[in-house]
Nanobody, 122 residues
Framework: VQLQASGGGLVQAGGSLRLSCAASGRTFSSATMGWFRQAPGKEREFVAGISWSGASTRHADSVKGRFTISRDNAKNTMYLQMNSLKPEDTGVYFC????????????????WGQGTQVTVSS
């Protein structure tokens, strides 16, 4: 599966953005997926994950109550709705397919897309 993230941009603190992850290939609808982010000088970190059906989701503590992951298998697309954005949410956001058994670990994902830049100004 090939993935392309989009929807990033520059937003003021307290604002909202919705990221999209468009997938090509027929395996998307059966894959558990995730969003990660990477700030300058920091390691890539888990943001949110979603099961193939969308019935199960997981969000990092740092974004709980503010971000919501979802997917539309008919459109081969995953989303990340980001509300109440903070400057510390700034980074490049990536989508990826989970191939291992854990949501939080980078090494359990493949098919990383190019990423989309999110910048939150204070």
């Amino acid at each position: 599966v090939q993935l392309q993230a989009s929807g990033g941009g520059l937003v003021q603190a307290g604002g909202s953005l919705r990221l999209s992850c468009a997938a090509s290939g027929r395996t998307f609808s059966s894959a558990t997926m995730g969003w990660f982010r990477q700030a300058p000088g920091k390691e890539r970190e888990f943001v949110a994950g979603i099961s193939w059906s969308g019935a199960s989701t997981r969000h990092a503590d740092s974004v709980k109550g503010r971000f919501t992951i979802s997917r539309d298998n008919a459109k081969n697309t995953m989303y990340l709705q980001m509300n109440s954005l903070k400057p510390e949410d700034t980074g490049v956001y990536f989508c990826a397919r989970r191939v291992g058994g854990r949501y939080y670990y980078v090494e359990d994902y493949d098919s990383w897309g190019q990423g989309t830049q999110v910048t939150v100004s204070s």
